[in-house]
């Protein structure tokens, strides 16, 4: 069992940068590819981006470029670093863990809110 909990949302205005956390407890972290998605109003869930156990990452093409995240093992969190954010990058953001080895194994956190907007 996973526990997820993000922070580091808010309102920032378009070109400005934000960077979200998320504190994971409850098991080894380590084992978990960890990822951050985001809902829009009225639009599906969609993948951010992810970091491996082995620390490689992947990129929706409509972040990369802007968005880099990393993770700390040590201190169970995994973070996104958000710049050049413009109106379409608003939408809740969710943590996301998945087992590396038991794929149904996959946990969410509560989410946080971005809004870009002037």
């Known amino acids: 069992q996973v526990q997820l909990v993000e922070s580091g949302g808010g309102l920032v205005q378009p070109g400005g940068s934000l960077r979200l956390s998320c504190a994971g407890s409850?098991?080894?972290?380590?084992?978990?590819?960890m990822g951050w998605y985001r809902q829009a109003p009225g639009k599906q869930r969609e993948l951010v981006a992810t970091?491996?156990?082995?620390?490689?990452?992947n990129y929706a093409d409509s972040v990369k470029g802007r968005f880099i995240i990393s993770r700390d093992n040590g201190k169970n969190t995994v973070s996104l670093q958000m710049n050049s954010l413009t109106p379409d990058d608003t939408a809740v953001y969710y943590c996301?863990?998945?087992?590396?080895?038991?794929?149904?194994?996959?946990?969410w956190g509560q989410g946080t809110q971005v809004t870009v907007s002037s």
């Open positions: 996301n863990a998945q087992h590396m080895l038991f794929s149904k194994m996959v946990y």
């Open positions: 409850g098991s080894i972290f380590s084992i978990y590819i």
């Open positions: 970091i491996n156990t082995d620390r490689s990452t």
